[in-house]
Nanobody, 120 residues
């Protein structure tokens, strides 16, 4: 089994910064794309940022220039540095990984989420 565990969510004032972390554990053979999604109350889940195993990144327009995704392939970990936070960034942030176990096929895995609240 593969598990994703997030950390770093918190209450922060507008303009502040937070760093979210996610680590994949279990009997992992390889990890392809890793990403962060978010879901605000009453809204659909939104893709925030992705990073491939080769380091190629992609961002939602709403976070470009403010958020940075990075990963450590050796640790099967992905971080999201969030700067200049706005109230609209308030959401539950979930980690995603496309990974496979030895002898298996690539499967989508999700973390349980961490709450980010931006408010004064």
């Amino acid at each position: 089994q593969v598990q994703l565990v997030e950390s770093g969510g918190d209450l922060v004032q507008p303009g502040g910064s937070l760093r979210l972390s996610c680590a994949a554990s279990g009997t992992i053979f390889s990890v392809d794309t890793m990403a962060w999604y978010r879901q605000a109350p009453g809204k659909q889940r939104e893709l925030v940022a992705t990073v491939t195993s080769g380091g190629t990144t992609n961002y939602a327009d709403s976070v470009k220039g403010r958020f940075t995704i990075s990963r450590d392939n050796a640790k099967n970990a992905v971080d999201l540095q969030m700067n200049s936070l706005k109230p609209d960034d308030t959401a539950v942030y979930c980690c995603y990984a496309r990974a496979r176990r030895l002898g298996s096929v690539y499967t989508d895995y999700w973390g349980q989420g961490t709450q980010v609240t931006v408010s004064s």
